[in-house]
T-cell receptor
Framework: EDQVTQSPEALRLQEGESSSLNCSYT??????LFWYRQDPGKGPEFLFT???AGEEKEKERLKATLTKKESFLHITAPKPEDSATYLC????????????FGAGTRLAVHP | GAGVSQSPRYKVAKRGQDVALRCDPI?????LFWYQQALGQGPEFLTY????????KSGLPSDRFFAERPEGSVSTLKIQRTQQEDSAVYLC???????????????FGPGTRLTVT
């Protein structure tokens, strides 16, 4: 069964304190791995797509990496505006591109 | 351009009532998805449309849930005889390409928060 597990469930950081969020996955053939950001009361906002092991993508203070079993979202020198829930999702090969999500990591960055 | 829009944003229904939730995808997007998100959880897939064809409805939790996209643009998710366990946020997402192509990102609407009392 295709499955995504995210850790930690919640993370509290001081402004400027770098850290990483983990996404472990099992899928019968990976078509793509996605990272989304979700603010309270809003829909998920697309951040990155990764397709193969070894791939990395960056956007401002965020960097996403991918191995055959997991993905990391690295946050460098976070600011309070980075506070949100970060969702990881996978698409399995052979399907209709539905996303299988983890439960998310709730990130709080304090000044 | 305009993103995915959903209406209503909030809906309160009494148990047993029928509800209809609307999704306006990004113009020109072929694929449309519905997801259900419980509090503190990630979204869960409900159903998928490619243009007007419903190709996957494996995630619909019961036959009380019905979705349509008759002209390949706007979609409606209907829930009949609502139950308390139907309370959740219902998210719509659209994607530029069809399911047979490469993996393209899905863009989400703000969701409809349904509360069944």
């Amino acid at each position: 069964e295709d499955q995504v597990t995210q850790s930690p469930e919640a993370l509290r950081l001081q402004e400027g304190e770098s850290s990483s969020l983990n996404c472990s996955y099992t899928v019968s053939g990976l078509r793509g791995l996605f990272w989304y950001r979700q603010d309270p009361g809003k829909g998920p906002e697309f951040l990155f797509t990764l397709y193969s092991a070894g791939e990395e993508k960056e956007k401002e203070r965020l960097k996403a990496t991918l191995t055959k079993k997991e993905s990391f979202l690295h946050i460098t020198a976070p600011k309070p505006e980075d506070s949100a829930t970060y969702l990881c999702a996978v698409q399995a090969a052979g399907g209709y591109n539905k996303l299988i999500f983890g439960a998310g990591t709730r990130l709080a960055v304090h000044p | 351009g305009a993103g995915v829009s959903q209406s209503p944003r909030y809906k309160v229904a009494k148990r047993g009532q029928d509800v209809a939730l609307r999704c306006d995808p990004i113009s020109g997007h072929v694929s449309l998805f519905w997801y259900q998100q419980a509090l503190g959880q990630g979204p869960e897939f409900l159903t998928y449309f490619q243009n007007e064809a419903q190709l996957d409805k494996s995630g619909l939790p019961s036959d009380r849930f019905f979705a349509e996209r008759p002209e390949g643009s706007v979609s409606t998710l209907k829930i009949q005889r609502t139950q308390q366990e139907d309370s959740a946020v219902y998210l719509c997402a659209s994607s530029l390409r069809d399911a047979g192509g490469p993996s393209y990102e899905q863009y989400f609407g703000p969701g409809t928060r349904l509360t069944v009392t």
